[in-house]
């Protein structure tokens, strides 16, 4: 028998502070203790910074400490509703700790110089912005980064960002977004690294050192944010903003690790995300700032609001914006992103005694402690050479960098018959409203990316291929038809041209080319708007008459190469079926229309595998492999009616998590363990030898799972713990060994202890989540 403590007292007290007036619970709310044995202590402070603010702080004014806690937003290019007022007027006030949406380092020198020349105590600003996927050289969104399963070019990608966005003024980034989503609705499942705990934990901390490196104050690292603490992506429904209502199980064990791997990996700063958490806002829940993010995580940087989030905390029903601000400040948030909360509401709240000074003092030191670690009280132009963005945005090894990471990215989703990779000759007829788009390769989030220097599929064929093809060219249908989404996605950026042409003319039109073609390369998708913040969708098939025009373009009988752009996973059973190739090529950067093409002629063999699951509909989402039992699994029983399943679709995704093809073929040996029992303490081996078994070099994700059979609570049917992704040429075996630690056996209990329960496991490797070989152990007492 397995043990269960202190988690239910842990209920007991969320429930406890349901019926306390508002007063009461600006006090009382959020007080309970983690209940959790897995304490990471906070890294020791350098002496010498400790000195520095403590002695700066000892000559502020209430008024500049509070000052020191904004973050104003300059007028261009906001997500928000808000954007803060006479920000140079407020900066000379010292009533502002850090600016975002302004780059170039004249435009932070200009403001750099405000700050430090016309404030009492000098001192210096932060300059924020939403580098998400590259700054000025955009690279593939982050969740098509994560497709890669390559933590080398994940890391380089930030390492490129920093650079750019160093040279560009800019010292602190709104980025890695950590946050594990499994329901291909929400449209922010574009913006991070899929559904899975352990790989979103590989990439939060190659994110976080490619923008970090080593040291803070060089001029060309920037300070990370790790976003959204917590369970942003969890929303209700997919629903952006939505709720988030989950078991402290859950949630350690499946949600919380790469935020966690952030923070080991020293993360900077933290955003606070818009959702509540088992009833209370992230932004004010004590709790969540600072019990498990600092008593127990060890987090020592500052929190940062998410857009105007401590506002939003009046419309979740925490009473008015001052009382919102004093929740906030208490649950230990640092800084107001652009609501002014603080800057209205926390001096008269520090003279009612609703909150103390030294609470105050807390926040502002955090701040001031990253500006020291920025290096900026020692050169606060350290960021704003304006020699470097001409060396440094945008130079040929970046530009070929995202063009690589762009094609190892890929997913080969479908082959048959061989159909790719195309011959460079003949002529193909390359259709579809994504196939000439510039602005959708940047994906969304590409905040200072040019869609204008984008390369477009149909020019990077032409690149690639030069005057060895013809390309004939229909558009075939527009993006969506609905009137409404189209208003909407070009009132945000959208850049969307619309076709006045009837659906069926263009249909016509892209049949009769398809008719004079050799091959159908027909290029179809989302638009970018349609991924991203408030962007979820209810329907996740291919939007708009994409699908009536590859149903015409079949009928034509010629091969049909889907190319899929888009930011979510899609249902996609008719192409499934039908096409006789599908490539994944998300929203690819930059150089998206040169990488795709080097794919689709066989310049580079796809190697990319799926981080999120496919479902066959959408009625099957939240769909994610990594799933507990129910006690009436399904295994195929048609008649039996008491299973877990739906009547109209199996339970199966349409690709599983993990998947992905290459033009080459890779055969597996048997897998060996090097022993079948275990002590708790011990770890063990297991071996497989991967051949490359078809003609051409490739790479291959090697995969591997774990179930523990039998917990204290129940456990997933599988959950990754390891994978290596080799390169191998034609007719080359490796051997792949993976060591299984007692680390990777240990989960959350139910009393949220850190443990490996000794007992029998089973592991398998493979290609991905379903087809995998198995092998047993037990772990002994
Ligand atoms: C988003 C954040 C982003 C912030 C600043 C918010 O709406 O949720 O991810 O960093 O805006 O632009």
Known sequence: MKKISTALLFFLCLGCSQNVTQQERTTTTNTSTPPTTTASAAPAKDPEMDRFVSDLLAKMTLEEKIGQLNLAAIGFDVTGPVVSENVDENIRKGNVGGVFNTFTPVAARKLQE?????????????????????????????????????????????RIAAEEASADGLNWVFSPMVDIARDARWGRISEGAGEDPYLGSEVAKAMVRGYQGDDLASSNTVMACLKHFAL????????????????????????????????????????????????????GNRWLMTELLRDTYGFDGFVVTDYTAINEMVAHGMGTEAEAGELALKAGTDMDMVGEVFLKHLGKSVKDGKVTEAEVDLACRRILEAKYKLGLFEDPYRYTDEARPAATIMKPEFIEASRDIARKSMVLLKNSKNTLPLQQRGSIALIGPLANRQREMIGNWSAAGDWKQAVSLEQGIRNVVGNKVKINYAKGANIADDEQMLKRLNAHGGELDIDSRSSETMIQEAVRVARSSDVIVAVVGESQGMTGEAASRADITLPGQQLELLKALKKTGKPLVVVLMNGRPLALQWEEQNADAILETWFAGTQGGNAIADVLFGLYNPSGKLTTTFPQVVGQVPLFYNHKNTGRPFGGELL???????????????YPFGFGLSYTTFSYGTLQISKTTISPTESLEVRVEVRNSGSYDGEEVVQLYIQDLVGSISRPVKELKNFQKIALKKGEARTVTFTITPGDLKFYN????????????????????????????????
Do not use: C
């Open 750 to 781: 139910y009393a949220l202890e850190h443990v490996l329960e000794p007992g029998d496991f089973k592991v398998f490797v493979g290609t991905n989540s379903r087809d995998v070989q198995e092998v047993a152990f037990r772990v002994q007492e």
């Open 640 to 654: 039996d009616k008491y299973k877990s399943r739906y009547l109209d679709v199996t339970n199966e995704p349409l």
């Open 114 to 158: 405000f700050a430090v020349n016309n404030t009492r105590l000098k001192i210096p600003l932060l300059f924020g912005y939403d580098v998400i996927h590259g700054h000025r050289t955009i690279f593939p969104i982050p969740l098509a980064l994560s497709t890669s399963w390559d933590m080398n070019v994940i890391e380089q990608s930030a």
């Open 232 to 283: 942003y992506g969890a929303a209700e429904a997919g629903r952006d903003y939505g709720t988030t209502d989950m078991s402290l199980q859950r949630m350690y064990n499946e949600y919380m690790p790469p935020y966690k791997a952030a923070i080991d990996a020293g993360v900077g700063s933290v955003m606070t995300s818009f959702n509540d958490i088992n009833g209370i806002p992230a932004t």
